[in-house]
């Protein structure tokens, strides 16, 4: 793999995160962070996800300002947008450029 920075092979896999198994990858030369390659629909997929949950929570929540207010459904909501905010995150950042069998691939 390559940066699609620098062109530096220097790209190692990220260890995993309390919230991704698969968080990506680093160059080692500039410090540029990727996304897992083939991960980007299920970052699109969590992105809808998270907003749609984190958004019917704030709708709810709007709703019935004064009523029982769902307290305990807070960490979903902010779950929720945690996780959204993560992926969107991740869509922005670029896959690392695969390449011809030069190197060892993984
Ligand atoms: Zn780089």
Same mark, same amino acid.
């Given at each position: 793999m390559e940066c699609p920075k620098c062109e530096s092979s220097?790209?190692?896999r990220l260890?995993?995160?309390q919230i991704s198994p698969h968080p990506g990858y680093r160059c080692t030369d500039c410090g540029l962070k990727m996304r897992e390659s083939g991960m980007l629909f299920v970052y699109i997929?969590? $992105?809808v996800i998270g907003? @749609?949950?984190g958004g019917?929570?704030?709708s709810m929540a709007i709703a019935r300002e004064n009523d029982n207010f769902p307290y305990r459904? $807070?960490?979903l909501a902010? @779950?929720?947008l945690v996780v959204a905010g993560y992926s969107a995150m991740q869509i922005a950042r670029p896959a690392p450029l695969s390449k011809p069998k030069l190197d060892k691939e993984e």
């Open positions: 220097q790209v190692v260890p995993p995160s997929i969590v $992105l907003l @749609a949950v019917l929570f704030v459904g $807070l960490w902010g @779950a929720g």
